[in-house]
């Protein structure tokens, strides 16, 4: 089909170079993750954000294979404390990453797709589409004006995308996006936000 590319995921180097830029502290990392505040990592709490870094779909058996692998888990329980976080070389984990490459069907996103510009000036079928979408939504018409194109995803033979919400909590190494007006680069990673409409 024209006009299709294939999905990209963030290359794992990309992500542990954005994560080095970060300049936040194992500790710092232990809290963000630690989303119970019970002072342990559970597995489903360290599932959150291993899908981010190589792309590739996590299970809690993935989990646990790295953490044997890389020895961050010496009494085997599935969980860390924050000690054997601390004590846990972050570098490994990301060798790990690296030489564990996906196959397609691992990976969180396995399509095709492009982007269809909705604003002034395009063809009176997206110009529809975007009308829709605004009296749908209720968003203000700057917000979806403003906002990316349309994405058209074609899943082939084996194609798929893991359930998720495509907003997050917001962190102070984060910047909250909702239009694609300014690219803020100072920052190494957006938040979309969530744009509940009045009632």
Same mark, same amino acid.
């Given at each position: 089909?024209?006009?299709?590319?294939? #999905?990209?995921?963030?290359?794992?180097?990309?992500?542990?170079? *954005?994560?080095?830029?970060?300049?936040?502290?194992?500790?710092?990392?232990?809290?963000?993750?630690?989303?119970?505040?019970?002072?342990?990592?559970?597995?489903?709490?360290?599932?959150?954000?291993?899908?981010?870094? #190589?792309?590739?779909?996590?299970?809690?058996?993935?989990?646990?294979?790295?953490?044997?692998?890389?020895?961050?888990? !010496?009494?085997?329980?599935?969980?860390? #404390?924050?000690?054997?976080?601390?004590?846990?070389?972050?570098?490994?984990?990301?060798?790990?990453?690296?030489?564990?490459? *996906?196959?397609?069907?691992?990976?969180?996103?396995?399509?095709?797709?492009?982007?269809?510009?909705?604003?002034?000036?395009?063809?009176?079928?997206?110009? *529809?589409?975007?009308?829709?979408?605004?009296?749908?939504?209720?968003?203000?018409?700057?917000?979806?004006?403003?906002?990316?194109?349309?994405?058209?995803?074609?899943?082939?033979?084996?194609?798929?995308?893991?359930?998720?919400?495509?907003?997050?909590?917001?962190?102070?190494?984060?910047?909250?996006?909702?239009?694609?007006?300014? *690219?803020?680069? #100072?920052?190494?990673?957006?938040?979309?936000?969530?744009?509940?409409? !009045?009632?």
């Amino acid at each position: 089909m024209k006009g299709l590319q294939r #999905s990209q995921i963030l290359p794992t180097e990309e992500y542990e170079e *954005a994560m080095g830029t970060m300049q936040i502290s194992q500790l710092d990392l232990f809290r963000l993750l630690d989303q119970n505040h019970d002072g342990r990592l559970q597995l489903r709490e360290v599932l959150a954000q291993t899908r981010l870094g #190589s792309g590739r779909w996590m299970t809690p058996e993935n989990i646990q294979e790295m953490y044997s692998a890389i020895k961050a888990d !010496p009494d085997g329980d599935g969980v860390l #404390s924050l000690q054997e976080f601390s004590d846990m070389d972050l570098r490994d984990f990301h060798k790990y990453m690296r030489r564990h490459k *996906a196959a397609a069907s691992e990976l969180v996103r396995n399509s095709h797709h492009t982007w269809l510009y909705q604003g002034k000036g395009a063809h009176h079928v997206m110009r *529809a589409i975007h009308q829709r979408v605004l009296r749908l939504t209720r968003l203000s018409p700057e917000i979806v004006e403003l906002s990316e194109p349309m994405q058209v995803v074609r899943y082939g033979e084996g194609g798929h995308y893991h359930a998720h919400v495509d907003s997050g909590p917001v962190y102070p190494e984060t910047i909250c996006s909702h239009t694609k007006l300014v *690219a803020n680069e #100072s920052v190494p990673f957006e938040t979309s936000c969530r744009q509940v409409p !009045p009632t």
